[in-house]
């Protein structure tokens, strides 16, 4: 009965009893599932209570992590903007830990965590322990405008499916955009070069047909092979990064040190090596030497006898 494990009989991560009120997630879920607006609950996960859109492929709106001892981890889904983080905390009015003496936990910051996401969605936080923390006038309110938001973006998104996936419709501008990386993390290398690594890969194979419509990666396809010559992964924070796939042992460590920041050959596969070029700054990028390695990393893979001609 996975909705008894998680309500009464759980144990924490490490095994101890839990402690937080198992009557407080009872109540959201059941608060929830009660409108018919979502589909069933999902209680299968050991340590994840999950409730979805009613087109299951949209989304989560509600997720709770039951996995630690003395704190309910409630996560909402909303439309991006529907919660000013400072209102929320004074309308919810979880106190912080410190002004909690019952608990073994410290702290000073709310554990109310408002967090616009990319594309059009906005996440709330809420670690929860008593039932009485919740059991409120202005928590339901929330509760209801949360679902609101949430339905708003699953509705829009059934006649426009792209908007819930910025990349397919943004295309090449996603990957310019501070976005998409990380939570907590920023891009720190330099934005002009991912026009600058575009064009050293089309001097090479110039009829490359590029995926910009891709979530992190921008793979150029080779038109003879049919298969990515070239991938870029736009979404890491400390470098833009160039893999290339080669042969087995066609290029070696000492040809790849001096370009880029900590060259590296992947030779973990056994029909492939995949050389990993990471570029911050375009004084990284030295052009001439890495214009011959492009050339003779495309001559390569062609050159594979698994490769359609």
């Given at each position: 009965d996975g909705r008894r494990w998680h309500t009464e009989l759980r144990t924490s991560r490490s095994g101890e009893e839990v402690r937080w009120d198992g009557r407080a997630l009872a109540a959201v879920v059941d608060y929830i599932d009660a409108t018919d607006r979502f589909s069933p609950v999902?209680?299968?996960?050991?340590?994840i209570?999950?409730?979805r859109a009613k087109k299951k492929s949209a989304g989560w709106f509600f997720h709770a992590i039951t996995g630690e001892r003395w704190l309910l981890k409630m996560k909402f889904r909303t439309a991006r903007n529907t919660f000013v983080a400072k209102e929320l905390i004074e309308q919810l009015d979880l106190k912080p830990l410190n002004e909690m003496p019952d608990l073994p936990l410290y702290g000073r910051e709310p554990r109310t965590h408002v967090t616009n996401r990319s594309g059009p969605w906005q996440e709330i936080e809420l670690r929860v322990h008593s039932f009485d923390e919740i059991d409120h006038p202005e928590f339901w309110a929330f509760l209801d405008r949360a679902m609101d938001g949430f339905l708003r973006v699953v509705e829009k998104a059934e006649t426009n499916p792209?908007?819930?996936?910025?990349?397919?419709?943004l295309g090449k501008k996603w990957h310019t955009?501070?976005?998409?990386?990380?939570?907590?993390?920023?891009?720190?290398?330099?934005?002009?070069?991912?026009?600058?690594?575009?064009?050293?890969?089309?001097?090479?194979?110039?009829?490359s047909?590029?995926?910009w419509k891709n979530k992190v990666t921008v793979p150029f396809v080779h038109p003879d092979t049919g298969t990515a010559w070239a991938i870029l992964h736009t979404k890491r924070p400390n470098a833009l990064r160039l893999v290339l796939p080669v042969p087995k042992n066609r290029i070696t460590q000492g040809r790849i040190l001096s370009i880029g920041r900590s060259?590296?050959?992947?030779?973990?596969?056994?029909?492939?090596?995949?050389v990993r070029l990471r570029f911050r700054t375009p004084a990284d990028l030295k052009p001439t030497e890495l214009l011959e390695l492009l050339k003779e990393c495309a001559a390569a893979q062609a050159d594979r006898p698994d490769r359609k001609t």
């Open positions: 999902d209680w299968n996960s050991q340590t209570v999950e409730i792209q908007d819930l996936l910025p990349w397919k419709a955009l501070d976005r998409g990386f990380p939570p907590g993390t920023s891009r720190r290398w330099n934005p002009e070069l991912l026009d600058r690594l575009c064009e050293l890969l089309l001097q090479v194979v110039p009829n047909r590029i995926g060259p590296s050959i992947d030779g973990s596969r056994d029909d492939v090596d995949h």
